[in-house]
């Protein structure tokens, strides 16, 4: 498990991280990623799933970010066309139409130079 901070406007220079996060994970990793896959098969597409989460600290939540993986035969797995968010705390997934579309638009293009 991976575990990404999210800083705005540290680009150099001396930093210090001191952390101490206490909180309980409702929502663990293994039902994050079937979340994730049971929503891309029901609304983008039955050739993606969700791969391994990695788990994000934001300001306010801890979030799981579910890659999404596409798949097609006989191909097999072309790669990541996108990320969902998912709530750690309360397992609601965190999507909207743009980010819907984006995943489309990736899953198209990676066909397009898998067949190219």
């Known amino acids: 498990m991976t575990v990404a901070f999210h800083t705005k406007n540290v680009n150099r220079g001396q930093v210090q ?3 101490r996060i206490q909180a309980s994970l409702n929502v663990s990793a293994f039902v994050a990623r079937q979340k994730v896959t049971g929503y891309v098969v029901d ?3 039955d ?3 969700g791969d391994e989460p990695n788990l994000v ?3 306010d939540r801890l979030l799981w970010r579910v890659p999404v993986q ?3 035969l006989p191909q097999g797995r072309l790669g990541q066309v996108g990320t969902i968010d998912v709530d750690a705390q ?3 997934l965190l999507t909207n139409s743009l980010l819907i579309e984006d995943i489309k638009r990736n ?3 990676l066909v397009e ?3 190219a």
Do not use: K, T, Y
Request: charged share 15%.
């Open 90 to 92: 309360n397992g609601q």
């Open 17 to 19: 991280v001191d952390i």
């Open 107 to 109: 899953a198209r293009a």
């Open 70 to 72: 596409l798949a097609v």
């Open 113 to 115: 130079r898998s067949i």
């Open 47 to 49: 050739h993606m799933a």
């Open 57 to 59: 600290v934001e300001a």
């Open 43 to 45: 609304h983008i597409s």
